[in-house]
């Protein structure tokens, strides 16, 4: 038996849920940033074989440059379960955050926020665990009725008559990103920290750079296997 279906069997997903329920009641929808914000962070985690490769990438804020890069490898401790990213991709990502150097203001995550179906997603429960401000900026809808309006770029999320999120077109001619609270930041400004964030494609130069340090460091195991 591998080590993902082994640990399987000690998951419960019931609790797990229950665990976001719990964890949701902590998230902060007030900006908690500093005045000026000098620093953010890109998250994203790649897999390979059994392995975990989380990625973090610091910019500075204003010229969108890199100040810091970490990876981290750890053994894949159980399956892609939809709803339950975030307790596959936590343990490489925090391995990567307490690596750092420079600790950023705030950290952009490869996932849903509070746009998840237990409003607590992968992007909430880093942001509750680390008690630092995070917003979640996923490629597709997991939950909810986009509430479209006259605004070409811009239509808010709602599910069950709530606002859980927006679909933001963070550049023209291309597919929106869907934005959420993750913890410590209203949705506004998570939307305009976002759109700051973007440069020349769609996703955010924080967490593509996150995403291109993962993807190399996996290129690399593949290589040596």
Do not use: W
């Not at 019931?14 to 900006?31: G, N, P, R, T, V």
């Not at 401790?77 to 990213?85: H, N």
């Not at 992968?122 to 979640?136: R, Y």
């Amino acid at each position: 038996m591998n080590p993902s279906a082994a640990n399987l069997l000690n998951f419960s997903i019931e609790k797990a849920h229950k665990s976001q329920l719990q964890l949701a009641k902590k998230i902060i929808f007030e900006d908690r940033l500093p005045e000026k914000i000098c620093c953010v962070a890109g998250v994203d985690v790649a897999y390979v074989k059994n392995l975990s490769i989380g990625a973090v990438a610091v910019l500075d804020y204003d010229k969108l440059s890199l100040i810091e890069a970490q990876t981290a490898i750890s053994r894949t401790t159980m399956p892609y379960l939809p709803t339950l990213l975030s307790f596959r991709e936590l343990p490489p990502v925090l391995m990567c955050i307490k690596k750092l150097k420079k600790q950023p203001d705030l950290f952009l995550v490869d996932g849903q926020g509070f746009a998840h179906p237990y409003r607590c997603g992968f992007a909430s429960h880093l942001g509750v665990v680390l008690d630092k401000p995070t917003i979640g900026v996923a490629k597709s809808k997991l939950v909810g009725e986009i509430e479209y309006s006259a605004k070409k770029d811009f239509a808010y999320l709602k599910h069950n008559g709530e606002i859980i999120g927006a679909m933001v077109k963070t550049i023209p001619e291309s597919k929106p990103v869907f934005v959420s609270v993750g913890h410590m930041v209203s949705l506004e400004t998570a939307i305009k920290i976002v759109k700051h964030c973007t440069q020349f494609s769609r996703i955010p130069q924080p967490i593509k750079k996150a995403h291109q340090l993962a993807a190399a460091a996996k290129r690399r195991i593949q290589t040596l296997h």
